[in-house]
C-alpha cells in the first residue's frame, strides 16, 4: 500500500463506493431500440435481475420475463461473515421483488424445461413461455446428497458446519464453529471437486476461524486441517503460493487431493478420498462441508450443456468472451451456471452482464456486438479478522488490480477488509439496480 495513502482517504475511498466490484466503465446514457422482442430471462438471482434492470433501460417495448420461484434475494458474499459470527443472519436477506425493474414480468415458478429448437420455456406448472431471446441465469445448485451421512438438519450440531446452504445455515454453522472456538479439538476445512461459486470461501473461512480462535487464547488447543480434492490451494498459482505460506504460518496442516465422500455425524468422522482411490478416515470436533455444486437440472436435461467437458456439472456451453450459445444464437449463459473456466463470483456477475446485454441489444439491432468478458473474477481473501486481500484476476491467471499503486493484491490489509465488510455490499446493490 502507497505509503502516501492515509486512513482517512482509504476510509472515502470505501465508502465512495470504490469495491472491486464497482471498477469498469461507467454506466453511459443509451438511447432507446425500439423492439418488440420476448426476451425471457431464467433466474432472477444478481445476474438475471442486474441484466433486468438493464434492459428496461435500453429497450422500448420489449417484453422481459424473468422466471424464478424464490421469494427472497440472497447477498450471498456475506454469507461468510454470518458463518464467522461478524453479521446477523437477516444481513444477506431481502425480497426478490424489491429488485425487480417495473416493466417486467416475473413468474414465482421453476422453470422445468426448455425447448431450443422451438424458442419456449415451460414452468413447473405447465405454462409455455415462447421466447426470441433467452438468458439462462439461474445460479446453480448444492448437491449434498453426494456426501454419504450429511444433511442439512445436522448443521449446527455435533460440530458440522455449512455456510453455502443459506443465512439460517450460515448462522448455525457459527452456532457450531464458536464451540470449536471455546473447547479446541480437531477442525477439518474442506471444498469440493467440482467448479463452485466463490472458491475463496472456504479459506476465508478456515483464516477467520483460526483468527477467532487465536484472539479468544484458544489457539493451542485447535488443531486445524485443510482438506481439497485439488493439487493447489487456488486456481492462480501466485495467489495458491500466499495461502500456502499464511497456512504454513498460522499452522493450518493441508490435504491436498482429498475428496470428501462420507461422514459418522454421530462418532464424528469423515471419510476422505485420494487421487489413488484410497480411502482415508479422519476424527474432527469441527467439520465444515461444502458439497459438490452442479447447474440445475433443468439445464443438465435441456441439451444445452457442455457434451465433452463438466459433463457431471452441466454447465451451459458457450462462448467464454461473449457468453453466447455456440450453437443457439438467441442463447445467452449468465452468471454461475455459464460453462466458463472463471467467473463464478458476484464481482464476475458486474462484469458478465454488459457483455449479454450488448450482445442481445446487438442481436435487435443486427449489428455486431462489441463488448466481451475477459474471465474477470474477483476474491476479497479474508485472513483475518480486520484484514484481507484484493485478489482479482482473469481468465489467464494475471492478477488485475483496480487500485494499482494503492492496494496491493498480495498483502493482508486493513481497507481490503473495509471493501469487503462495507463497501461491497452497497456496490452489490448498485448492480442488482443496473447503475454499477
Same mark, same amino acid.
Given at each position: 500500500?502507497?505509503?502516501?495513502?492515509?486512513?482517512?482517504?482509504?476510509?472515502?475511498?470505501?465508502?465512495?463506493?470504490?469495491?472491486? $466490484?464497482?471498477?469498469?466503465? &461507467?454506466?453511459? *446514457?443509451? !438511447?432507446?431500440?425500439?423492439?418488440?422482442? %420476448?426476451? /425471457?430471462?431464467? =433466474?432472477?438471482?444478481?445476474?438475471?435481475?442486474?441484466?433486468?434492470?438493464?434492459?428496461?433501460?435500453?429497450?422500448?417495448?420489449?417484453?422481459?420475463?424473468?422466471?424464478?420461484?424464490?421469494?427472497?434475494?440472497?447477498?450471498?458474499?456475506?454469507?461468510?461473515?454470518?458463518?464467522?459470527?461478524?453479521?446477523?443472519?437477516?444481513?444477506?436477506?431481502?425480497?426478490?421483488?424489491?429488485?425487480?425493474?417495473?416493466?417486467?414480468?416475473?413468474?414465482?415458478?421453476?422453470?422445468?424445461?426448455?425447448?431450443?429448437?422451438?424458442?419456449?420455456?415451460?414452468?413447473?406448472?405447465?405454462?409455455?413461455?415462447?421466447?426470441?431471446?433467452?438468458?439462462?441465469?439461474?445460479?446453480?445448485?448444492?448437491?449434498?446428497?453426494?456426501?454419504?451421512?450429511?444433511?442439512?438438519?445436522?448443521?449446527?450440531?455435533?460440530?458440522?458446519? $455449512?455456510?453455502?446452504?443459506? &443465512?439460517?445455515? *450460515?448462522? !448455525?454453522?457459527?452456532?457450531?464453529?464458536? %464451540?470449536? /472456538?471455546?473447547? =479446541?479439538?480437531?477442525?477439518?476445512?474442506?471444498?469440493?471437486?467440482?467448479?463452485?461459486?466463490?472458491?475463496?470461501?472456504?479459506?476465508?473461512?478456515?483464516?477467520?476461524?483460526?483468527?477467532?480462535?487465536?484472539?479468544?487464547?484458544?489457539?493451542?488447543?485447535?488443531?486445524?486441517?485443510?482438506?481439497?480434492?485439488?493439487?493447489?490451494?487456488?486456481?492462480?498459482?501466485?495467489?495458491?503460493?500466499?495461502?500456502?505460506?499464511?497456512?504454513?504460518?498460522?499452522?493450518?496442516?493441508?490435504?491436498?487431493?482429498?475428496?470428501?465422500?462420507?461422514?459418522?455425524?454421530?462418532?464424528?468422522?469423515?471419510?476422505?478420498?485420494?487421487?489413488?482411490?484410497?480411502?482415508?478416515?479422519?476424527?474432527?470436533?469441527?467439520?465444515?462441508?461444502?458439497?459438490?455444486?452442479?447447474?440445475?437440472?433443468?439445464?443438465?436435461?435441456?441439451?444445452?450443456?457442455?457434451?465433452?467437458?463438466?459433463?457431471?456439472?452441466?454447465?451451459?456451453?458457450?462462448?467464454?468472451?461473449?457468453?453466447?450459445?455456440?450453437?443457439?444464437?438467441?442463447?445467452?449463459?449468465?452468471?454461475?451456471?455459464?460453462?466458463?473456466?472463471?467467473?463464478?463470483?458476484?464481482?464476475?456477475?458486474?462484469?458478465?452482464?454488459?457483455?449479454?446485454?450488448?450482445?442481445?441489444?446487438?442481436?435487435?439491432?443486427?449489428?455486431?456486438?462489441?463488448?466481451?468478458?475477459?474471465?474477470?473474477?474477483?476474491?476479497?481473501?479474508?485472513?483475518?479478522?480486520?484484514?484481507?486481500?484484493?485478489?482479482?484476476?482473469?481468465?489467464?491467471?494475471?492478477?488485475?488490480?483496480?487500485?494499482?499503486?494503492?492496494?496491493?493484491?498480495?498483502?493482508?490489509?486493513?481497507?481490503?477488509?473495509?471493501?469487503?465488510?462495507?463497501?461491497?455490499?452497497?456496490?452489490?446493490?448498485?448492480?442488482?439496480?443496473?447503475?454499477?
Amino acid at each position: 500500500m502507497s505509503h502516501n495513502v492515509n486512513r482517512r482517504q482509504l476510509l472515502a475511498l470505501a465508502a465512495g463506493g470504490a469495491a472491486l $466490484a464497482s471498477a469498469g466503465t &461507467p454506466r453511459r *446514457a443509451e !438511447a432507446k431500440t425500439r423492439t418488440s422482442a %420476448r426476451i /425471457v430471462i431464467i =433466474g432472477a438471482g444478481a445476474a438475471g435481475t442486474a441484466l433486468a434492470n438493464r434492459l428496461v433501460r435500453r429497450l422500448d417495448g420489449a417484453r422481459i420475463t424473468l422466471v424464478d420461484p424464490r421469494v427472497e434475494h440472497l447477498y450471498q458474499p456475506g454469507l461468510s461473515l454470518v458463518a464467522a459470527g461478524l453479521k446477523p443472519a437477516d444481513y444477506v436477506v431481502s425480497k426478490t421483488t424489491d429488485w425487480l425493474p417495473d416493466g417486467v414480468e416475473l413468474v414465482a415458478e421453476r422453470a422445468e424445461a426448455i425447448d431450443a429448437e422451438v424458442k419456449s420455456v415451460t414452468t413447473e406448472s405447465g405454462r409455455s413461455l415462447d421466447y426470441d431471446f433467452l438468458v439462462l441465469a439461474p445460479g446453480l445448485v448444492l448437491d449434498h446428497d453426494a456426501i454419504d451421512g450429511f444433511s442439512l438438519d445436522l448443521v449446527g450440531k455435533n460440530g458440522i458446519g $455449512a455456510l453455502y446452504a443459506g &443465512p439460517s445455515h *450460515a448462522a !448455525a454453522t457459527w452456532q457450531a464453529a464458536s %464451540r470449536f /472456538v471455546e473447547e =479446541g479439538g480437531v477442525g477439518i476445512f474442506t471444498r469440493p471437486e467440482t467448479e463452485m461459486k466463490c472458491a475463496g470461501a472456504p479459506l476465508k473461512h478456515t483464516f477467520l476461524i483460526e483468527d477467532i480462535t487465536r484472539k479468544a487464547g484458544n489457539r493451542g488447543k485447535a488443531d486445524l486441517h485443510y482438506a481439497a480434492p485439488q493439487g493447489s490451494l487456488f486456481g492462480v498459482p501466485i495467489v495458491a503460493e500466499k495461502v500456502r505460506m499464511l497456512f504454513g504460518d498460522r499452522g493450518v496442516t493441508t490435504h491436498m487431493k482429498h475428496t470428501l465422500k462420507s461422514i459418522d455425524p454421530g462418532a464424528k468422522r469423515a471419510v476422505f478420498e485420494d487421487a489413488e482411490g484410497s480411502r482415508q478416515e479422519m476424527g474432527y470436533d469441527y467439520l465444515h462441508v461444502i458439497p459438490p455444486q452442479r447447474a440445475p437440472e433443468v439445464i443438465r436435461q435441456s441439451g444445452l450443456a457442455w457434451a465433452d467437458k463438466w459433463t457431471d456439472q452441466g454447465w451451459v456451453e458457450c462462448d467464454k468472451a461473449s457468453l453466447q450459445h455456440l450453437r443457439y444464437d438467441t442463447i445467452w449463459a449468465l452468471g454461475d451456471v455459464a460453462g466458463v473456466p472463471k467467473g463464478k463470483t458476484a464481482a464476475s456477475v458486474k462484469w458478465q452482464v454488459p457483455v449479454v446485454e450488448d450482445g442481445l441489444v446487438a442481436a435487435i439491432e443486427e449489428r455486431t456486438p462489441t463488448e466481451t468478458y475477459n474471465g474477470y473474477t474477483s476474491c476479497p481473501m479474508i485472513t483475518r479478522v480486520g484484514r484481507a486481500m484484493l485478489i482479482e484476476f482473469d481468465y489467464d491467471n494475471n492478477l488485475v488490480p483496480s487500485f494499482p499503486g494503492v492496494i496491493a493484491p498480495l498483502e493482508e490489509l486493513w481497507i481490503s477488509w473495509l471493501m469487503k465488510e462495507v463497501a461491497l455490499k452497497a456496490t452489490y446493490n448498485a448492480m442488482l439496480r443496473g447503475q454499477a
